[in-house]
């Protein structure tokens, strides 16, 4: 697929401080709750060093037949002499409390960390959300909804794991293998230095894994990333695949990508297949290296049974938080791409946004100008030239011209949904990149050309999110686009379920709801983009009526292909390949003889033939229309 | 449980060779593993009864052949077992996919696209998380269970007993908690999804969100989402932050029980120092096993609640598919169409009554009629993209339900009223339907919609990405490409519903000029609610409210004095109009 537009990002790094800084600061509304976690692992940390001790002084003391033991430690003073006695007091006295509050920490730091990991989530999800209604039209041209969705949803949950069981527990990790060394040096540091032998053993094994998994990993996000932009496309174009047969075809395909997919992972199972032995064997040969050279020692005198037994003790002890450091090193760089693509999105400036002072618009009239505009989606193919024009308060506008010549274009610019590269965009006066984007858009109402529907309902839909709109101004919208029949004909009448899309509904009325919508809005400026070319002429022409008392004091801008649409228009400008090239009223343009004239040669042509035999007829039988036009 | 994993033996058992290889190598790497505590056991005992350091070298020695023959074993376990599932996973998902591809519209229209979605990816996941890691743990914790008790047992059966106590509370707390957990993790699911979908929406609606200032009404209905989900996964937090602990505290007072009356039974001189080590470390060995008896159970808890909703795709049979098709029949179309008696309805919703129509072969008939009367409806039976009733639709006097579903779409071009392009090049997507066209082929078709110029001033040509759904193509630009991909399977039947709606008239003319030479000699449908498109037409049929109410020519209709001449009169009457203005 060219121009990567499915491909995810891939990132540079396993571990950048500078991402990881950022991504810490998400901790600071809840650093007091942090500290509290850290403290209690802290202990938790040191408390893992204790039972394997205690076991020692129990073997030392009381059990080892051959009483080699060298003066008893200063825990050993304070037990009873006699062995049952003693036993039972380590073993209620310490060994129980020990474990006790282990248990204590390590429920107060979990909870504490995954309840501080649920909010960081959740104000990450919202500000990436809320980053996204900000972000310019122009980006959501560039980046397909899925990829924004993971960002918000898959991206965030994978940093989840980061806070709840990766940040804080790797300090755990940290603190319990410190202690467990400290024990073991102060214990025998001979013994200990042998047993150390092992570590740069384990680094090199997870130096080689990291490198091998981090490949892998690498893979299975891009064709994760795959996966999910085929089946969103593919679920939402199914009947145009089946229709043309492209079944086979399309399946080809996706078995590629599920292929990469399942290769990709059966890489990190051989790496994982590998890893795992090779700690485990190096944890075996740290017990033997304890077992001879440590059973040495005993046999000579130097070292107690007990620290043999506690020394293959911590051996076991020290390796699982190394074992649990490399599956934390996987949450740590999935997290780290995660979180790369996360802050690029955030960082993503949004292009449009509210000027730094706002110019105030009291009381709007609803003036468009456009001076001298230039425009392209992508410099330097430019699809708006040199484009001037005014639309009075009040004045009913007609854009019209070929298929891509700008028209849709227009009100985009209009409503700024882009920037212009040159040129200026007036309303009421005022630049509107001077006015603040709710400010300006607020006066506009527009039924867009691809009318969308979100799932809910038909009330929901006409109303979107302002409350304001009672059911009365739904009602009364609904009947000037003369959809209330059919609304009223529905079990739920307006309560009625709108699927995804409006997948239930005619299109043609999928566009009046859309232009319920934009009336019930009851904006200054209606901007109709081929708002009823999917209607029939009847329901048109009713709309038509409906609108009538209703335009009267709004300005309006109306796109349409259909010239019956537009003959309220006090002023049609047609539009050419990006240029304005006529502008006036039907009667000056009809007069010029150029592209508006040809437009309404052909799609009248039939009918001029027509009229002289069956309709003159009609239309003198008809006198109503004549003197409404008068 | 059994009975809820069958539909995936057929997966399964596919595998079965290496499964009894995988599950081989698992047995030996726990039977050799469970020999190491027995190692050190001698070799602490040796300790206090004046050994060598030879025989000390010798069991040094031992333990690194015994993990070293683990380790090979472990890691062919690993390899075999978890491969198996990423292969069940493959084949699953494709199977899945395929199984989409034959669903039909209706399917798509009531499941809603995340729910599918979260489908072949979520449940998926954790379906095969039963068939990999679930099935190798369990094998790894019955095997090492019953081998590591065993071997206790044989030291010392009544300590045994005794430091085992505690455990199958530890079990049965995992169970417990694992149910609530299961039923607390499928709510938040169930939240996530929803989650998922509104963010979806929110963004695939952007523009009427940004047209009507809606930003701070979707953020906050996206905040509502966000906090109950949030508040759902605290429910979960606090079993899972105390079950895991609970558990460690469990074990810890197994390792007590030890301390206190393994010590004794040193004391008495029952066992020896080096078993009283080998019995801590046997229990440390079964804290993984007795922990994942109960990480297993969830696992197969998710996995089988997963398998059920998977299966509800399968469980889905196409309703349009080939059971009735006689390919010897027709192996090739005409292109004559006849609707018999037609009825169809949406749900119980009559939207087609009675229609009774028959257009022969090369003939062009148009379709007019008010919104909402049922034209989309009627096209789309067809291609049999709805199912009409048995022997109401028949081409070539073939009933379309005994014709090869393939066979019977090869032969129609159909341009649907809205355009859906693939987020492809502008050529690959004109040639969708033809995948072997050539460059020249799909230059010729373009030419038909009367777009060559336009994609030829894009900067990059044919080779212009459209964006998802041909979102930077204008909506003309759109209906065109759909056109010229439709023509370009060179169709015995031409549907075209709607396709020149976002067309000008100029571009209309030519489009419909060029159609003329391409329809000789086949057969199309087109709809319009323009007059300009449909007038010279064969055959003109008009639509109300799912009847046919007016049939015939241009002239035949407008003489008629209905339906259709009053459309017609409105338009002359509009243009009159325009013209007094
Ligand atoms: N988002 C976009 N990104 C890049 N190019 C675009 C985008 N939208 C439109 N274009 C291009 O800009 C040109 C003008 O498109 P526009 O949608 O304004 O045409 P239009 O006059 O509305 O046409 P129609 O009558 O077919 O709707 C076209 O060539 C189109 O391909
Ligand atoms: N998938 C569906 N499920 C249920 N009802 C549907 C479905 N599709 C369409 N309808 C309903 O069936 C009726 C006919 O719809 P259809 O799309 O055939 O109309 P149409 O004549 O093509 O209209 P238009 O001119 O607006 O395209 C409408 O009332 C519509 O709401
Ligand atoms: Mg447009
Ligand atoms: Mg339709």
């Keep these: 697929m060219p121009d990567g537009f499915h491909e995810e990002e891939v990132l540079g790094k396993a571990y950048d401080g500078r991402l990881m800084r950022r991504l810490l600061s998400y901790l600071r509304p809840y650093r007091r709750t942090v500290f509290f976690a850290l403290i209690a692992i802290f202990f938790y940390g040191i408390l893992q060093a204790v039972p394997p001790y205690l076991l020692k002084i129990e073997v030392d003391r009381y059990l080892d037949p051959t009483h080699r033991s060298p003066i008893p430690h200063f825990l050993g003073r304070l037990l009873s002499p006699k062995p049952a006695v003693g036993i039972a007091e380590l073993a209620f006295g310490f060994f129980l409390p020990t474990v006790l509050l282990t248990f204590i920490l390590q429920f107060a730091q979990t909870l504490a960390m995954q309840m501080v990991g649920q909010r960081v989530m959740y104000d990450l999800r919202k500000q990436i959300f809320s980053h996204l209604q900000r972000l310019e039209m122009s980006y959501f041209d560039r ?258 011209g070929h298929t891509g010549a700008g028209k849709t274009t227009l009100t985009s610019l209009l409503l700024r949904f882009y920037d212009i590269q040159e040129g200026r965009i007036l309303f009421d006066g005022e630049d509107i990149s001077q006015l603040r984007l709710r400010d300006l858009r607020r006066n506009f109402a527009v039924v867009l050309q691809d009318p969308f529907l979100f799932s809910g309902t038909i009330a929901s839909n006409i109303r979107l999110g302002t409350e304001t709109i009672t059911d009365a101004q739904v009602g009364e919208a609904a009947r000037r686009v003369n959809l209330l029949d059919f609304i009223e004909s529905l079990p739920e009448g307006f309560e009625e379920r709108v699927r995804e899309r409006g997948a239930t509904l005619s299109v043609g009325q999928k566009q009046l709801i859309a232009f319920a919508r934009a009336l019930a809005h009851d904006p200054r400026v209606l901007i109709l983009d081929e708002a009823t070319s999917s209607v029939d002429s009847e329901t048109e022409s009713q709309i038509r009526e409906g609108l009538r008392g209703l335009l009267e004091n709004r300005t309006a801008l109306i796109i349409a292909h259909r010239l019956s649409t537009i003959q309220s228009a006090s002023k049609i400008i047609v539009m050419h390949k990006g240029h304005l090239r006529e502008m006036g009223t039907h009667q000056e343009l009809l007069a010029r003889r150029g592209i508006y004239y040809k437009l309404y040669q052909l799609q009248y042509k039939d009918q001029e033939r027509a009229s002289v035999s069956v309709v003159a007829p009609a239309l003198q039988a008809d006198p109503e229309p004549q003197s409404a036009s008068s | 449980m059994l009975k809820r994993l069958r539909p995936l033996f057929p997966y399964l058992t596919r595998y079965k060779k290496r499964y009894v290889v995988g599950l081989a190598a698992l047995v030996i790497t726990q039977l050799v593993g469970v020999t190491i505590p027995l190692i050190v056991k001698d070799a602490i005992d040796i300790l206090s009864e004046n050994g060598t350091r030879e025989r000390l070298l010798f069991y040094a020695g031992l333990l690194l052949a015994v993990a070293l023959t683990k380790g090979i074993f472990q890691y062919a376990m690993r390899w075999i077992l978890i491969g198996i599932s990423r292969d069940v996973e493959y084949d699953l998902r494709n199977d899945l996919v395929r199984h989409l591809m034959r669903l039909e519209p209706r399917y798509y229209t009531e499941n809603r696209t995340g729910d599918l979605m979260s489908k072949m990816t979520n449940d998926l996941s954790a379906v095969r998380n039963m068939v990999g890691p679930g099935i190798m743990y369990s094998a790894n914790t019955l095997v090492m269970g019953v081998a590591t008790v065993a071997l206790m047992v044989h030291i010392d059966p009544r300590l045994t007993l005794l430091c085992l106590l505690p455990l199958p509370i530890a079990s049965l707390a995992v169970k417990f908690f694992g149910q609530k957990i299961h039923a607390q993790f499928e709510k938040v699911q169930a939240l996530h999804s929803e989650l998922v979908e509104r963010a979806r929406e929110s963004l695939a609606g952007v523009r009427v969100v940004r047209a009507f200032c809606q930003e701070d009404a979707e953020i906050a209905s996206f905040d509502r989402m966000n906090q109950s989900y949030v508040d759902s996964n605290r429910q979960l937090i606090w079993i899972q932050s105390f079950l895991w602990p609970a558990l460690a505290l469990l074990f810890a007072i197994s390792f007590l029980l030890i301390m206190v009356a393994g010590g004794r039974d040193v004391l008495r001189g029952e066992i020896s120092v080096g078993s009283f080590t080998a019995f801590n470390i046997y229990l440390m060995y079964l804290i993984w096993p007795i922990i994942a008896l109960g990480w297993v159970t969830n696992i197969v808890q998710r996995g089988l609640a997963s398998l059920g909703r998977l299966w509800t795709i399968f469980r889905a049979e196409p309703q349009i598919d080939d059971h009735a098709a006689r390919p010897e029949i027709l192996p090739t179309l005409r292109g004559e169409i006849e609707f018999r008696h037609l009825n169809f309805s949406y749900n119980g919703k009559l939207i087609l009554k009675d229609i009774n129509l028959h257009i022969p072969a090369g003939r062009t008939v148009a379709i007019v009629g008010a919104t909402g009367s049922g034209k989309s409806t009627f096209v789309s039976l067809i291609p049999r993209l709805y199912d009409a009733p048995p022997g109401a639709i028949l081409i070539d006097g073939v009933s379309i339900r005994q014709i090869p579903l393939a066979t019977l779409r090869r032969h129609i071009g159909f341009v649907s009223q809205e355009p859906f392009l693939f987020s492809e090049t502008v050529k690959n997507n004109i040639r969708f339907g033809a995948p072997e066209a050539g460059e020249a082929e799909v230059v010729r078709a373009a030419e038909i919609s009367n777009i060559v110029a336009e994609i030829q001033s894009f900067p990059k040509g044919f080779d212009t990405m459209v964006g998802e759904r041909g979102l930077t193509l204008s909506g003309g630009q759109k209906q065109r490409v759909t056109i010229s991909r439709a023509v370009l399977r060179d169709p015995r039947i031409l549907i075209l519903d709607d396709a020149l709606s976002s067309v000008d008239t100029d571009t209309e003319e030519r489009i419909l000029n060029q159609l003329t030479g391409i329809l000789a000699g086949r057969t199309a449908i087109l709809i319009s609610h323009r007059i300009s498109t449909i007038r010279n037409a064969d055959e003109i049929v008009v639509l109300d409210q799912g009847t046919i109410v007016e049939q015939g020519s241009h002239e035949e209709l407008l003489a008629l004095g209905g339906y259709y001449a009053e459309l017609y009169n409105k338009q002359l009457i509009e243009e009159a109009l325009e013209k007094e203005a």
């Design chain 1, 143 to 400: 980046n397909p909804v899925g990829r924004m969705v993971t960002r918000v949803t898959a991206d965030v949950d994978v940093l989840n794991d980061l806070f709840a069981s990766g940040v804080v527990a790797i300090f755990g990790d940290f603190f319990t293998l410190l202690s467990i060394l400290a024990v073991m040096l102060s214990l025998s540091w001979k013994l200990a230095l042998l047993t150390f032998t092992v570590l740069p053993l384990i680094a090199l094994v997870t130096g080689a894994f990291r490198k091998a998994v981090r490949e892998s990993y690498r893979r299975i996000r891009i064709a994760i990333a795959r996966i999910n932009a085929y089946l969103q496309e593919h679920i939402t174009g199914m009947s145009v695949v089946q229709l043309f047969n492209h079944e086979e075809k399309s399946f080809e395909e996706f078995e590629r990508i599920n292929r990469s997919h399942m290769e990709a992972f059966k890489d990190s199972i051989m790496a994982y297949g590998l890893f795992y032995p090779a700690v485990e064997f190096l944890g075996v040969l740290a017990i033997a290296i304890i077992i001879y050279y440590g059973g040495g020692m005993a046999m000579l005198g130097t070292l107690t049974v007990g620290t043999a037994i506690a020394f293959i003790q911590y051996s076991q002890r020290f390796f699982r938080p190394i074992q649990d450091l490399s599956d934390k090193y996987n949450i740590l760089q999935s997290a780290m791409a995660s979180s790369e693509r996360i802050f690029k999105l955030l960082d993503t400036p949004t292009g449009i946004h509210d000027p730094v002072q706002p110019r105030p618009l009291a009381s709007p009239q609803g003036r468009v100008e456009f001076r001298q505009v230039s425009f392209a989606y992508r410099d330097p193919h430019r699809v708006i030239e040199n484009v001037s024009f005014t639309i009075e308060p009040g004045e009913t506008v007609a854009v019209v």
